[in-house]
């Protein structure tokens, strides 16, 4: 299994117990905090600097032309929570989650927000292990390999685009509601719904309340169209 893991993401470890730690869910932690068992979520909070930063260089080497206010935007966009759980997916992460027994059954394995919180809890973890260049290898391979600036709108704003697209018909009313906050203070994951005359047409996470409405703004849009 570690095997698989390393060859997947392209790195091979000195100190498995890094590799192991990034892929450990709070709720199995708490589950055996007597054997000093720890989550990834310090990783988690070093891996979206090392992310952050290694994004700010990428757009600032890549996009000379780009004045600061909207390569903050861009970065923003590329390095939030669905492009880190796409990352994750294309990974397959969630096949080596350690899961706390209720996080298992409440479907925490494909949960989008656990997800994303992995890749940068790996990120840390290759940094920590390997130092800057593989973690920074690690992200231009797996996070920002498909970073096409020019297809990236980080101004969309789905919650304006959602509401035009379901007033073409009338009256319709629409709902954002927060469901979820999880984490840290410091490190805190927003989940809302959207409903749309009463009716839940999108869920979405995000590390701020508004992010979260966006996400969910922008699946109900794709379900509506679909």
């Known amino acids: 299994m570690k095997e698989t893991l390393e060859s997947r993401i392209g790195y091979h470890f000195k100190d498995h117990k890094l590799l192991e730690t990034a892929m450990t869910h709070s709720s199995y932690a708490n589950e055996r905090h ?23 260089e990428f757009l600032y080497r890549h996009e000379p032309a780009l004045p600061e206010g909207r390569m903050t935007r861009l970065r923003a966009e590329l390095v939030c929570e669905a492009s880190l759980h796409k990352a ?32 940068e809890s790996t990120i840390a973890a290759i940094y920590l292990d390997g130092g800057m260049e593989e ?42 509601e927060l469901i979820a906050e999880e984490g840290p203070d410091h490190n805190k994951t927003f989940t809302f719904s959207v409903s749309v005359n009463g009716r839940t047409v999108g869920e979405g996470s995000g590390r701020t309340k508004k992010e979260a409405e966006q996400m969910a703004a922008c699946q109900a849009l794709e379900k509506l169209k679909a």
């Open 34 to 56: 007597a054997d000093g068992t720890e989550s990834y979520e310090r990783l988690e909070f070093l891996g979206d600097s090392v992310l952050g930063q290694t994004t700010a």
């Open 88 to 119: 994750a997916l294309a990974l397959g992460l969630g096949e080596f989650m350690r899961l706390g027994r209720g996080e298992e059954l409440t479907g925490g394995r494909e949960r989008t927000s656990i997800l994303a919180d992995m890749v």
């Open 135 to 176: 973690a920074r290898r690690f992200i231009m391979a797996h996070v920002l390999k498909d970073a096409e600036i020019g297809e990236v709108h980080p101004s969309a704003d789905y919650k304006t685009a959602l509401q035009e697209y379901v007033q073409r018909d009338g009256g319709c009313q629409i709902r954002y």
